[in-house]
Nanobody
Framework: QVQLEEAGGGSVAPGGSLKLSCTPS?????????MGWWRQAPGKELEGLAT???????EYGASVKGRFTISVDEAKNAFYLEINNVKEEDSAMYHC????????????????????WGQGTQVTVSS
C-alpha cells in the first residue's frame, strides 16, 4: 500500500488562500494513475473535489470549480490543491488519494475507486 501524506492545512481567514500538498511514500513514483482530493466536514458527506491524471486532464466538483486548482509537480513527486477565496464552508478535513489506474478519474468516483489515500489535513476557516 502507498502511504500518502498531506500537508498545508491550518487556520485561514475568509477570502484567504491555502495550498495543500500530497506526497507519497518514498519509492513510489507517479505512473499512469489518477490523483485527487476529497474533503469531509463533521456531519456532512464526503465530497469529491478534484482529480488530475497523467495527461493533465483536470476535473472539478461543481461546488469548487473556479476556486480550487489541482496540479502535479513530477520533479517533486507531489500533487497539490490550491484553494482561493476561502469560505467558511470550506472548513473540513482534506484527504488526497490516488487510483493506480487512470479510469474512473473523476471527483465523484475517486472517493469510491481510490486505491490509496492519506490521513488528511485539517482546514479551518474563521474570521
Amino acid at each position: 500500500q502507498v502511504q500518502l501524506e498531506e500537508a498545508g492545512g491550518g487556520s485561514v481567514a475568509p477570502g484567504g488562500s491555502l495550498k495543500l500538498s500530497c506526497t507519497p511514500s518514498s519509492g513510489f513514483t507517479f505512473g499512469d494513475i489518477c490523483m485527487g482530493w476529497w474533503r469531509q466536514a463533521p456531519g456532512k458527506e464526503l465530497e469529491g473535489l478534484a482529480t488530475i491524471d497523467r495527461k493533465n486532464r483536470k476535473e472539478y466538483g461543481a461546488s469548487v470549480k473556479g476556486r480550487f486548482t489541482i496540479s502535479v509537480d513530477e520533479a517533486k513527486n507531489a500533487f497539490y490543491l490550491e484553494i482561493n477565496n476561502v469560505k467558511e464552508e470550506d472548513s473540513a478535513m482534506y484527504h488526497c488519494a490516488i487510483r493506480r489506474w487512470q479510469d474512473y478519474c473523476d471527483p465523484t468516483l475517486i472517493r469510491i475507486y481510490a486505491t490509496d489515500w492519506g490521513q488528511g489535513t485539517q482546514v479551518t476557516v474563521s474570521s
